[in-house]
């Protein structure tokens, strides 16, 4: 077990550590996790129990993959149909601070309805329509990250609040009501941040003119719609059918794809290339999601050897105060995976002891979803906004964190305050 810890730390480092080292992000995560799931199997007797849990971890991994890849090829087919041109035209203002509202609120909102890493990709697609600055579109992206992980007030934002829904933690009425304050509470400290930081900045905008004919602007709103309604009916998918929220990405993007291939019917082969699927796919990033497949199996080994349950019940027994074990949790997700964290969370406190909409899941639940806004690779959004923006480690820390951070501890001073 020490030498599968040393070699996660030895990877968390290499990630940390990109730009000095010279060593891409990606490779080193893909390097830890195989590396980590090495170390577990020749340290082990029984290479069956391996094999089973590396297949089921596989299978989680998977799901959240093909999630991904379906919101990015859905965000490209809107993109490459101009779809997003409609909303950045609204967004006339030149002024950084009010750009930082508005962008923090729409995220903020959009991700409850959505969820946290959808809402993050679309996020981030719309910022590129609006800055031209990478510098400046960075610290926006940062911001992002903040709001979409803000949502824990809805039982259909972040992972970890869904499953602590699904486990019988958490209710949807409940949840709204005590977290919604808090977590408002705490994004707005962070747009107040922000609006201080960036005072007296010039808006480096794209200043795109984007010359339509009426059919072409008919064809953008239509895939907007179409797009926008297939990302927000995948957690209708999952609520309705109780399926795992990829298959409704891939149901959605089904839909979208035969949209597009009936507003180009009369096009020939060439001129639809650029309105396809294919071409869609060639715009994702892959590298961020070979990132999310190395950093997750390296987290699922820690999860596998115990080492994640081990760390949440020596919180328990050795800080006391459950208050502040939520705290900690939280924090303790900004540099690991909050899903397992979560889980073992929900093994740890018995629901008869601690019943629903108790106020110690409340405030897992919050401190849990936002504590992952603290470092960019505690949450999916973050490694996504990672991966699309090609934001460091290092980077993120000293832009990203302060305000991160001060979110986080301005929301759970709400919640005790109110509780």
Not at 302 to 330: F, P
Request: charged share 10%; hydrophobic share 55%; aromatic share 10%.
């Amino acid at each position: 077990m020490l030498t599968l810890i040393f070699v996660f730390i030895l990877g968390y480092a290499a990630i940390i550590f990109e730009h000095p080292i010279r060593l891409n992000k990606t490779a080193s995560a893909l390097l830890t996790g195989v590396l980590c799931w090495t170390v577990f199997m020749l340290g082990s007797h029984d290479t069956k129990h391996v094999n089973d849990e590396l297949a089921a971890h596989l299978s989680e991994i998977s799901e959240i993959l093909f999630f991904l890849l379906g919101a990015m090829t859905i965000v490209e087919l809107m993109d490459s149909h101009k779809g997003f041109t409609i909303i950045t035209d609204k967004i006339q203002t030149q002024s950084v601070v009010k750009l930082v509202w508005i962008i923090g609120i729409l995220s903020f909102f959009l991700s409850a309805v959505l969820d946290s890493l959808a809402s993050a990709i679309v996020m981030i697609t719309l910022l590129r329509k609006l800055i031209s600055g990478n510098e400046q579109r960075k610290i926006f992206a940062g911001l992002v990250v903040i709001a979409v992980n803000s949502s824990a007030w809805s039982v259909i934002g972040p992972v970890t609040t869904t499953m602590l829904w699904i486990g019988g933690q958490i209710s949807p009425f409940s949840t709204f009501t005590h977290l919604i304050l808090p977590a408002f509470v705490g994004l707005t400290t962070a747009m107040l941040y922000f609006s201080y930081t960036l005072r007296g900045e010039k808006l480096h905008t794209q200043n795109q003119q984007l010359s339509q004919t009426r059919t072409e602007a008919d064809k953008s709103l239509v895939m907007l719609i179409t797009g926008v309604l297939a990302l927000l009916f995948v957690p209708v998918f999952k609520t309705l059918t109780h399926l795992p929220p990829y298959l409704g990405m891939m149901l959605s993007l089904g839909l979208v794809w035969i949209v597009s291939e009936i507003i180009h019917k009369d096009k020939d082969t060439e001129e639809k290339k650029v309105y396809s699927v294919a071409h869609a796919l060639t715009k994702i990033d892959t590298p961020s999601i070979l990132f999310f497949l190395g950093i997750l199996l390296a987290v699922g080994s820690l999860e596998v050897v115990g080492v994640l349950e081990g760390l949440a019940i020596w919180m328990k027994n050795t800080i006391g105060n459950l208050d502040i074990v939520a705290i900690a949790i939280g924090l303790t997700s900004s540099i690991v995976d909050n899903v397992p964290l979560v889980a073992a969370t929900q093994g740890m406190f018995d629901l008869s002891t601690y019943p629903a909409d108790n106020h110690l899941w409340q405030l897992i639940n919050y401190c849990a979803a936002t504590g992952g806004s603290i470092l960019i690779i505690g949450s999916a959004a973050g490694v996504a906004v990672m991966g699309m923006e090609h934001i460091t480690f290092g980077w993120y820390m000293k832009k990203i964190t302060i305000p991160a951070a001060l979110a986080y501890f301005a929301g759970i001073a709400t919640y005790l305050l109110l509780a």
